[in-house]
């Protein structure tokens, strides 16, 4: 069992996901906006699958993976108590490759060794389709010295330089840091610094 399938077992079932219900803000906001289309998405380390369903729910053919199985499980069952359709692969980033290409790729709070996270982006971008988006939030370096909120290991937290280099191909639309008060789920509830970036392929 891995550390994330012990935190998704663990977890309310009555709060609708480890990260809440509804989808991360950030991407809520960038679909909001009025130059913003997607009709196909993959979302990487998509989790309990709070993120594919919103998608889904907007009409997307979604993709998913996660390395956690009971991660993975706990989304397939609210994806049919949701009654969307969403694809969800177990896998590990590490070597997981996708196939095709997607309007929308989302990277939403994946921590982990920066080789693997870099591959992971390196991988979003090449899928992406002509004018298709790349979104991503994790918590930025600074939030290793706040204890309680996100992985304490610095080297697995996201900065400005490298996530925009790791997008450098791509046409910038945001890249911002700084702190944004989280309220969601059980999971990421209170103020964070983090990092957060949308590009497209033109
Ligand atoms: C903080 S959770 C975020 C889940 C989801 N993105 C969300 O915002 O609700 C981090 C997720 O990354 C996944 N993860 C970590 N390392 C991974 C890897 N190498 N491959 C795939 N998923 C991974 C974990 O299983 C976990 O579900």
């Known amino acids: 069992m891995t550390k994330w399938d012990a935190k998704y ?25 009025r130059d913003f289309a997607a009709a196909s998405a993959l979302m990487l380390a998509d989790g309990d699958g709070r993120n594919g ?44 490759q996708p196939e095709g290409s997607f309007d929308l790729v989302g ?20 899928c992406l389709a002509p004018g298709g988006w790349l979104v991503v939030e994790g918590f ?18 996201y900065d400005l330089p490298s996530i925009r280099t790791a997008a450098e191909g791509l046409t910038l639309v945001e890249a911002l840091e700084g702190d ?8 990421h509830r209170g103020l964070a610094a983090v990092v957060r970036l949308t590009a497209r392929r033109f």
């Open 140 to 157: 930025a370096k600074a939030q290793a010295a706040r204890p309680g909120l996100g992985p304490p290991v610095p080297d697995n937290l």
């Open 53 to 96: 369903r919103f998608l889904a729910g907007r009409g997307a053919a979604v993709t998913a993976v996660d390395l956690s199985a009971v991660g993975t499980e706990r989304a397939r069952e609210w994806d049919r108590a949701a009654g969307v359709d969403v694809t969800r692969i177990h896998a590990d980033l590490a070597s997981w």
């Open 180 to 187: 944004v008060r989280l309220d969601e789920g059980q999971g």
């Open 9 to 33: 077992a663990a977890a309310d079932r009555e709060g609708g996901g480890l990260f809440g219900a509804g989808p991360n803000e950030y991407l809520r906001l960038t679909c909001a906006r």
């Open 107 to 126: 990277l939403f709070y994946l921590h982990c060794e920066p080789v693997v996270r870099d591959a992971a982006l390196a991988r979003a971008c090449a």
